[in-house]
């Protein structure tokens, strides 16, 4: 298992009232899978996402991720976490904007001792045709390509995106979807995508529900359908 | 690290703010170095020539001259080098007059930089900026005082670097004074009456214990100077003491300055990158790969800044130096003689502040955790400051809470705004203080004070009644240690007004004595207070009451009534030693000096003009540094507000009112600023010159006339002018889109 999680919670203080982002969530992702975290906005999902890609803390509870206990890890330790193993996508694509879609990807690619062909990555993600532009002058669709290749150079055993498709209209949201199933196969990267659009869950492995911070279902597809079979809600 | 490339691309396309902080670093490590590689080389020659070419510890005059004898017995009893030089002044026909001393061996040894040393009769050496000001080159033939002189080469003399001809002159104008050294048999010939000088030398530059009156019991002394009362010599150190304050606290400012604009906007670029930031936190980048990155900015503004400075101020210490050069004759006995600590200073320190405290903004926003980071900035701190809820801010119509608002949301800007206009307009008041207290000072001094036109002073005590001049006792004594001259005047003297404030102190003198502004500073008293005199020579002490203080700029002085002061000093009631005339004395006999008002006016003349261009050059300084500073605030408030900026294009308003809205926001803190700099200024230069006023025995007049008011608030407005228009510039480049794209986000 490259993830598992166990009876994990997250309290956030804020101001008088305590909000229970995560409540005792347990689960687990298998290798080398697509695995969707269903949704309604304010669940916890994020939460969920940020405690196992290292980026947020957690209140008890424990979560292994590619062999490490993210509990005992010092602040420093964790983006080394971060920095061999995961791989981050952002609903609003946070691309530098002075620097061409080449040189955002190089931002991955310095961070891995043996990573991927930057010909051969941007190729893959469709942008090698456009890789001296700099963001503005690209689609939000085009913009997600270049961070999902900024992500993928480093060759991470993980993918972990929030919303990927959330800022997209259908068909560049699909083509999105198709090349992070692409991805998966190519790679063997395991994949975890947010979203609080249902029907992406068919085209998963594996998929969690969650709600008020607990998970309150949890199943595996056996014939996940293709990226463009999805309903787009 | 690809991340470098955004630096260069940021500054490239924000230069404007980039190059405006350079150069403010530019300006602070270039007049850093500048004045102290200039003031150091004064310093090493200074030290040079006083050591190597025996600088006198003291020289006195005495009515009659002691034999060899006596001399070596005093050199024998003291452990002093004693040595004596005769000398003559006579006058050249370029109306300049030239003060001609023989060679010495042991004490006070002639430097010759160019040309040779006079060796035949009729030769003479003579100093370069007195050659250069009366148009005098070497192998010239002149004729002076008689004497058909032959120019051999130039001279330094270790006791004339400040060249002046009495002691109390304050200006030294090498076009109608200067010194020369000549054969004893040229110096013999000459028609003049030839004085003679003893000069003294010791280990410790001290004069030694008992030499003084020993001398005094031998011959009368008519004179007695030691290293550290001669003005010829101590000018130049105070000149370098004096200057040291302003080498460090000037650039100090520009610094600080400088330095507050770049971690401005470090912390405007940092805010911006928050997203950025986060990202690259999430994406495994450690903080101090991070933190390496953002001090690149500092590293190029640092490097470029420092050694930009470096190079200029290296430069222009150069024409500096040779400024100095006119006013100290002081050799160049070596190559390099400036202190290679500066640059050192001048590289290192900038560099340091720039770049540790940027660290600290650095590190603030690193210290963040990435998923804070990564939320926009309005959900972690949407929350309004106090002052925000004040409810006068709230009321009023639409742009006056707009402009309101905006003020209180940018207080470190306004308060930048403040500190650059303070900065600019401290800076141009004392330039323009400084341009008219000469002025002033001439007026005061030489016209309403001063009646007369010479001053006279005999080698011995006058009785001899004067009908139509007036004759006065002057004297040294001292108040607390401190040396003053005492003046025993004719109350009713026609030649000389005690002037303050446009009303004649003279009768006055009835109740209690005058003193001068100098000696009010340095005393700390006014009128009423109490001083004691006391007389050097046996003591005797005289408490008086002082009744005013009259405008005397220059020299510490007492005036009493010349009966009063006969009778402290033990001279017969109807005694004087000087009398001021309007005519050149006629005989010269028993005279001991002749001072001749208008060659120290014209002195004064001549060197305001190089007064006048170092306030216009302040006065550059401040308007450039005020530009700067000022751009780039409202450069930076322009660049922040450009959401509203382009909501309110978007709405139909004209440039014109968006910028009245978001720009001239600041002008009432530039007023006030203004006005509330203006006493600062006035105290601070009033201070200077208090600080001053010891080493230098005159005080200027610094107070502050309504045209300089108006002249700085024109100057100051046109400044802010000139920003406002830049900034326009950038407000009219603000696109319509600007304020859909940010929605996005
Ligand atoms: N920094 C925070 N401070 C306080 N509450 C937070 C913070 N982040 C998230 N929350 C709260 O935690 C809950 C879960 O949030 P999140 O994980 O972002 O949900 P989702 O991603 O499913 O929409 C929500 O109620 C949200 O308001
Ligand atoms: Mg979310």
New binding site residues.
């Given amino acids: 298992m490259t993830i598992v999680v166990e009876r994990v919670n997250k309290v ?3 101001g008088e009232v305590d ?1 229970h ?1 995560l409540r005792e969530a347990s689960l687990n992702v298998p290798d080398n899978k697509i695995v969707t975290i269903l ?10 996402l ?1 405690v196992i890609g290292g980026i947020d803390r957690f209140d008890g509870g424990s979560v292994r991720v590619a062999g490490q206990s993210l509990e005992n890890l010092k602040d420093g330790q964790l983006t080394e976490f971060r920095r061999t193993y995961a791989g981050f996508i952002f609903q609003q694509y946070n691309l530098i904007p002075t620097l061409t879609v080449e040189e955002n990807v190089e931002v991955g690619k310095e961070l891995s001792q043996n990573p991927l062909d930057m010909k051969d990555t941007l190729e893959k993600v469709g942008m090698w045709d456009k890789k001296d532009k700099f963001p503005y002058q690209l689609s939000g669709g085009e913009q997600q390509r270049v961070a999902i290749a900024r992500a993928l150079i480093k060759n991470p055993t993980f993918l972990l995106c ?1 919303e990927p498709t959330g800022a997209l209209d259908e068909e560049t949201g699909k083509n999105i979807l198709r090349l992070l199933k692409y991805v998966n196969e190519t790679y063997g990267t395991t994949v975890l995508i ?1 979203t ?1 659009n249902q029907g992406i869950g068919d085209m998963a492995h594996k998929v969690i529900r ?1 709600s008020s ?1 607990e998970i309150v279902e949890e199943y595996e597809n056996e014939n996940p359908i293709e990226p463009e079979k999805v309903t787009w809600a | 690290m690809i991340l470098r490339k955004t630096i260069s691309r940021t500054i490239k396309e924000k230069k404007f703010q980039y190059a405006g902080v350079t150069l403010l670093l530019v300006l602070a490590v270039m007049l850093y170095v500048s004045l102290s590689m200039a003031i150091t080389t004064l310093e090493e020659r200074n030290d040079t020539f006083t050591r190597e070419y025996k600088q006198e510890a003291f020289h006195w005059m005495s009515s009659d001259p002691l034999p060899d004898e006596e001399l070596q017995a005093l050199e024998e009893q003291f452990e002093v080098t004693l040595e004596r030089r005769a000398y003559q002044d006579i006058s050249t026909d370029e109306n300049s007059s030239l003060r001609l001393f023989e060679p010495t061996t042991e004490v006070n040894l002639p430097f010759i930089s160019q040309g040779e040393m006079p060796e035949n009769e009729g030769e003479i050496a003579i100093a370069e900026t007195f050659a250069d000001r009366n148009g005098f080159n070497i192998g010239d033939v002149v004729s002076m005082g008689g004497l058909e002189a032959k120019i051999t080469g130039y001279v330094f003399l270790p006791d004339y670097i400040y060249m002046i001809e009495q002691q109390t002159d304050l200006l030294a104008d090498a076009s109608i004074f200067g010194v020369g050294v000549t054969t004893s048999e040229t110096l013999a010939a000459l028609s003049g009456n030839e004085q003679q000088q003893i000069l003294g030398w010791t280990n410790s530059n001290e004069v030694p214990e008992g030499l003084r009156s020993a001398v005094n019991t031998i011959s009368t002394l008519l004179q007695f100077i030691s290293s550290e009362d001669n003005a010829r010599i101590q000018f130049v150190e105070s000149e370098i003491e004096g200057a040291q304050s302003l080498i460090t606290t000037l650039p100090l400012f520009i610094l600080g300055l400088s330095i507050a604009m770049v971690l401005m906007l470090m912390k405007r670029r940092l805010e911006l990158q928050r997203k950025e930031i986060g990202t690259l936190m999430a994406l495994g980048y450690r903080k101090r790969e991070l933190r390496r990155h953002y001090l690149g900015y500092a590293w190029i503004v640092g490097l470029i800044g420092t050694m930009t400075g470096l190079v200029l101020g290296a430069g222009l210490s150069l024409p500096l130096s040779d400024l100095y050069a006119t006013y100290f004759n002081l050799p160049a006995l070596s190559m390099f003689d400036f202190d290679p600590v500066v640059l050192v200073v001048g590289f290192v320190i900038p560099l340091v502040l720039l770049l540790s405290l940027t660290m600290l903004v650095v590190n603030r926003t690193l210290k963040t955790e990435p ?2 980071l990564l ?1 926009p900035k309005e959900m972690s701190s949407g929350k309004k400051s106090w002052l925000e809820k004040l409810p006068w801010l709230n009321k009023g119509s639409f742009i006056r809470r707009f402009r309101l608002r905006l003020l209180v949301r940018s207080k470190a800007r306004s308060f930048y705004i403040f500190l650059g206009v303070m900065f600019s307009t401290v800076l141009l008041l004392f330039g323009l203080i400084t341009f008219n207290s000469m002025d002033r000072l001439v007026e005061t001094t030489y016209e309403d004070i001063q009646k007369y036109e010479y001053a006279v002073h005999y080698s011995s005590i006058q009785t001899e009644d004067r009908d139509d001049d007036s004759p006065y006792t002057m004297a040294e004594v001292t108040i607390n240690e401190e040396k003053v001259s005492l003046y025993g005047i004719e109350p009713d003297t026609d030649d000389l007004h005690l002037m303050s404030e446009g009303e004649r102190l003279n009768d006055q003198l009835t109740e209690g004595v005058v003193i001068s502004r100098p000696l009010a500073a340095i005393q700390k008293v006014g009128a009423g207070d109490e001083l004691t005199l006391t007389n050097s020579f046996n003591d005797k002490k005289w408490t008086v009451q002082v009744a005013g203080v009259a405008d005397v700029f220059i020299g510490s002085n007492v005036y009493v009534p010349r009966t009063e002061a006969n009778d402290f000093l033990g001279y017969p009631e109807s005694a004087y030693t000087s009398v001021w005339q309007d005519d050149k004395p006629a005989s010269m006999e028993n005279v001991f000096m002749v001072e001749d008002k208008q060659k120290v006016m014209a002195s004064f003349e001549s060197t305001s003009g190089a007064t006048r261009n170092s306030v216009l050059g302040m006065s550059v300084f401040a308007v450039l540094i005020g530009v700067i500073v000022l751009t780039l605030l409202t450069n930076l408030i322009v660049e922040e507000n450009s959401p509203s900026i382009s909501l309110f294009k978007v709405m139909g308003y004209h440039e014109k009112e968006v910028s009245k809205l978001v720009l001239n926001v600041y002008t009432p803190i530039v007023v006030v600023s203004y006005f509330i700099s203006i006493p600062f200024a006035s105290l601070g230069i009033e201070q200077t010159m208090n600080t001053l006023v010891q080493q230098t025995g005159f005080i200027f007049p610094t107070d502050v006339t309504w045209w300089m008011v108006l002249i700085g608030f024109l100057v100051i407005m046109m400044t802010y002018g000139i920003s406002l228009s830049l900034s326009k510039r950038k407000l009219k480049k603000v696109s319509l889109q600007e304020a859909l794209k940010k929605q996005q986000d």
């Fill in positions: 956030y203080q804020s909000i982002a949704g309604p906005s304010g669940s916890g999902k994020s939460t969920l940020n929030d947010i609080h969650m911070g | 998923l804070t939320k």
